[in-house]
């Protein structure tokens, strides 16, 4: 099969045309701009494009499939091509249907925990040798790629994003898989740009429940009060499995869950990933491994890439990366570390990044999200506001949103850096938490792994 990716240096793009490169399809593409790692992988299939930019000469009539990625806009030349030829156009997710239709689909939605899920999910799978296919929002330890697609497995793995489809497709991803077992972690209004109110972006869920197949199967956080009561209001002919956080302690600095076997240590810690665990016991039991060969597969399982990932640690301290960016996300994070690392003084740094968390009206959300942490840190680069177009945020504006007397703000990134550096690593007993999906405009985590591993 031909197809052809408009946008093909995306995260998730990229992983798709590899999957379809190794599943034997004739994959080409084009982008405006392919950043690292798409790039480097990409080059190592053939598939990187000779040069960068969109060419409507390249859009002819023996493409079988167009796939569109969110990075191109509605009026983009190859796009405008291919609907004069009349060529099928599919978004990310609705191709990734079309590869599924004849599989068990299992889609893991929520506004937290979702990628955390189906990461946990596939290791479970691999190590057990069950081979399924997927497409999961991060790099996993032990897999090549992000997307994953056969002819022959019975089980697809998807991670169910309610952002959108793609340019010309409005719909949240989440809508186009039409799952057989769902699962839904956590409500907590985001992508406000999108959604404008909280009624409206809850009401995406609602759909998706909808959506599952006849005789389907709805696994949802009986924990989160939003999530249970679109779940018990459902009545849609579904079967509907609860979980909860299981019990658990930390001793020592090591989380121990607890089993009908005894206390079992395991690699990843907090409460909110305690219930992320819970909600893939009951997928894995749905998809065929009992119990007792979940926990033996879970208590390897360090955590999916930059979900709490460890940066670096020694005798007195110890530094993590998270992609948190909401305010449920942060205040789950914050309180997580502490918890693990409750004599420790905990320094959590949030930049504010997003379209929802550099928007005036939203920051409010954030009341009290840091309240775990000993000492507050905000970043948020004056720039980035400007290149998304948004009303101008003051640093009273995030100070009053936080509630925190005490919080440290910063706009400037070479100001951050040297705040990092001149924090006491030597024997101070720090638990550095850095939070966000950037990089503290142009910050180098080696560079931390050098400060507390010199």
Same mark, same amino acid.
């Given at each position: 099969m031909r197809t052809h990716f408009i946008a093909i240096g995306g995260s998730a793009m990229h992983n798709l045309a590899l999957a379809l490169h190794n599943k034997g399809y004739k994959v080409t593409g084009s982008d405006d701009a392919i950043f690292e790692p798409s790039r480097t992988r990409l080059e190592k299939?053939?598939?990187?494009?000779?040069?960068?930019?969109?060419?409507? /000469?390249?859009?002819? !009539?023996?493409?079988?499939?167009? +796939?569109?990625?969110?990075?191109?806009?509605?009026?983009?030349?190859?796009?405008?091509?291919?609907? /004069?030829? %009349?060529?099928?156009?599919?978004?990310?997710?609705?191709?990734?249907? #079309?590869?599924?239709k004849n599989k068990t689909r299992v889609v893991i939605g929520g506004s937290h925990g979702k990628t955390t899920i189906t990461s946990m999910i596939l290791h479970v799978m691999h190590y057990h040798n069950v081979n399924v296919d997927y497409m999961v929002g991060a790099q996993l330890e %032990?897999?090549?790629?992000? !997307?994953?697609?056969?002819? /022959?497995?019975?089980?697809?793995?998807?991670? %169910?994003?309610?952002?959108?489809?793609?340019p010309i497709d409005r719909r949240p991803k989440f809508h186009l898989y039409q799952p057989n077992i769902a699962l839904i972690s956590g409500i907590a209004w985001d992508h406000i740009n999108v959604f404008p109110t909280y009624e409206?972006? @809850? #009401?995406?869920?609602?759909?998706?429940?909808?959506l599952i197949t006849n005789g389907g199967i709805l696994v949802y956080n009986?924990? $989160?009060? =939003? @999530?249970?009561?679109?779940? #018990?209001?459902?009545?849609?002919?579904?079967?509907?499995?609860?979980?909860?956080?299981?019990?658990?302690?930390v001793k020592d600095g090591v989380t121990l869950l607890k089993t009908p076997e005894g206390d079992m240590p395991i690699e990843v810690f907090g409460a909110h990933n305690l219930?992320?665990?819970?909600?893939?016991?009951?997928?894995?039991?749905?998809?065929?491994?009992? =119990?007792?060969?979940?926990?033996?597969?879970?208590?390897?399982?360090?955590?999916?890439?930059?979900r709490l990932e460890k940066i670096a640690e020694n005798k007195f301290n110890v530094a993590y990366k998270d992609f948190a960016h909401s305010p449920s996300k942060v205040a789950a994070t914050t309180k997580a570390v502490k918890e693990q690392y409750p004599d420790r003084k905990l320094i959590a740094c949030l930049e504010l990044h997003t379209y929802s968390s550099l928007n005036p009206e939203f920051l409010k959300e954030y009341q009290g999200a840091l309240d775990a942490a000993d000492v507050a @840190?905000?970043?948020?680069?004056?720039?980035? !506001?400007? +290149?998304?177009?948004?009303? /101008? @945020?003051?640093?009273?504006?995030? %100070?009053?949103?936080?509630?925190?007397? $005490?919080?440290?703000i910063y706009t400037n990134p070479a100001a951050f850096k040297e705040y990092l550096f001149h924090l006491k690593y030597d024997t101070e007993g720090i638990a550095l938490l850095l939070m966000s999906s950037g990089n503290y405009g142009g910050l180098n985590f080696d560079d931390i792994k050098q400060l507390i591993n010199p």
């Open positions: 299939k053939g598939l990187l494009p000779s040069e960068l930019g969109w060419f409507p /000469e390249k859009i002819t !009539v023996d493409i079988e499939a167009i +796939i569109l990625g969110m990075h191109a806009k509605g009026d983009n030349p190859e796009l405008l091509k291919a609907k /004069e030829l %009349g060529l099928k156009i599919y978004s990310y997710p609705e191709f990734l249907y #079309e590869q599924s %032990g897999f090549d790629t992000m !997307v994953h697609l056969t002819e /022959e497995n019975d089980f697809i793995v998807l991670e %169910g994003d309610e952002y959108l489809s793609s409206n972006y @809850v #009401e995406q869920f609602e759909i998706f429940i909808k009986e924990d $989160d009060a =939003e @999530v249970k009561k679109i779940a #018990e209001a459902a009545t849609n002919p579904i079967r509907k499995l609860q979980y909860k956080t299981p019990e658990y302690s219930n992320n665990l819970a909600g893939a016991k009951w997928i894995c039991q749905n998809m065929g491994i009992d =119990e007792a060969a979940f926990y033996e597969a879970i208590a390897s399982f360090k955590g999916a890439s930059k @840190v905000v970043f948020y680069s004056p720039d980035a !506001v400007k +290149i998304k177009q948004l009303k /101008e @945020v003051s640093a009273e504006q995030i %100070g009053k949103a936080f509630n925190r007397e $005490d919080l440290i």
